[in-house]
């Protein structure tokens, strides 16, 4: 078990809605990365938090945002929902630079409908 | 912009024959190489990275910078290597993208007894 975790495993919506999605990092873990994997677009990075402060950003659309509590977890928001949101949502941890492996959760699987 | 290409959705061997699943790179600095796995209904979980150069569950990669590939390797597959495999890059340190993974579209590998 890598030790991140990630709640809900599941969530079910309506589109236009607003879902949080939450992420506790391994413990020591200072970076909490999200990704969305979908069925056309793959995995994909979203954004990257260390300690608190945004680090990178990938492709994150508007409606969506984050951020990294003092106590290290994660939300990832995800507002005026569409279809094509659907996907599962990944969160990953490490220790921050430099060490590379990200450990990841088991992902939550949002349906949008 | 750094991408990765797999070039297979999916894959089928018979145990016991050699696997290789291809993974092709762009990106214009010295980039860290991964791959991960992911075993039916279990996270995402590192393989192996290029700069430990290590041998995991008998499977090897190679990172060859002449033809930006890091493809996987094993002699002999095994049913249990069944699972999604992922070829993923990381930005090297002092980079805009350092840290983050850029991940391929991944290839499903099917080991028939």
């Known amino acids: 078990d890598s030790g991140v975790t990630q709640t809900p495993k599941h969530l079910i919506t309506a589109t236009g809605q607003r879902v949080t999605l939450r992420c506790s990092p391994r413990?020591?873990?200072?970076?909490v990365y999200w990704y969305q994997q979908s069925l056309d677009q793959g995995l994909q990075f979203l954004i990257q938090y260390y300690n608190g402060e945004e680090r990178a950003k990938g492709n994150i659309l508007e409606r969506f945002s984050a951020q990294q509590f003092p106590d290290l977890h994660s939300e990832l928001n995800l507002s005026s929902l569409e279809l094509g949101d659907s996907a599962l949502y990944f969160c990953?941890?490490?220790?921050?630079?430099?060490?590379?492996?990200?450990?990841f959760g088991p992902g939550t699987r949002l349906t949008v409908t | 912009a750094q991408r990765v290409t797999q070039p297979e959705k999916l894959l089928s061997v018979f145990k016991g024959a050699p696997v290789e699943l291809k993974c092709n790179y762009s990106y214009s600095g010295s980039p860290e190489l991964f791959w991960y796995v992911q075993y039916s209904r279990q996270r995402l979980q590192l393989l192996l990275r290029h700069i430990s150069r290590e041998s995991i569950k008998g499977f090897t990669a190679d990172l060859n910078k002449g033809e930006t590939s890091f493809h996987l390797k094993k002699p002999f597959a095994q049913e249990e290597d069944s699972a999604m495999y992922y070829c993923a890059l990381s930005a090297s340190p002092g980079g805009t993208s350092y840290g983050k993974l850029t991940f391929g579209q991944g290839t499903i590998l099917t080991v028939h007894p």
């Open positions: 990953a941890s490490n220790a921050g630079i430099p060490n590379y492996e990200q450990y």
């Open positions: 413990s020591g873990d200072l970076s």
